[in-house]
Nanobody, 126 residues
Framework: QVQLVESGGGLVQAGGSLRLSCAVSGRTFRNYYMGWFRQAPGKEREFVAA????????YYADSVKGRFTISRDNAKITVYLHMNSLKPEDTAVYYC???????????????????WGQGTQVTVSS
């Protein structure tokens, strides 16, 4: 079993920055691909970013490319999402997730992730 706990959410003005953290416990962190997803009210959960086991490969949704950066620290057993130039449309609950493998090399499908955190709210005011 893997436990994921997100932190770092909050209220920020448009154009501002936040850093989300996801602390991982349980099975060996480095065995998992890690991803961030978000869900706004009334919308489906959507992919934001993902990172490979070693951290050597990263994946981003087009909507956040160039503004968000995913990273991981295998020594601290933590994955981060650095969010810059935030927009009101980034407002959502952000979830951290862990996948033991990626199916067909895809990182953007929620159903491929085995474990999920409880989420942290990010609100961007205009």
């Amino acid at each position: 079993q893997v436990q994921l706990v997100e932190s770092g959410g909050g209220l920020v003005q448009a154009g501002g920055s936040l850093r989300l953290s996801c602390a991982v416990s349980g099975r060996t962190f480095r065995n998992y691909y890690m991803g961030w997803f978000r869900q706004a009210p009334g919308k489906e959960r959507e992919f934001v970013a993902a990172i490979s086991r070693s951290g050597g490969s990263t994946y981003y949704a087009d909507s956040v490319k160039g503004r968000f950066t995913i990273s991981r620290d295998n020594a601290k057993i933590t994955v981060y999402l650095h969010m810059n130039s935030l927009k009101p449309e980034d407002t959502a609950v952000y979830y951290c997730a862990a996948a033991s493998t990626l199916v067909a090399g895809r990182a953007d499908r929620p159903r491929d992730y085995d474990y999920w955190g409880q989420g942290t709210q990010v609100t961007v005011s205009s």
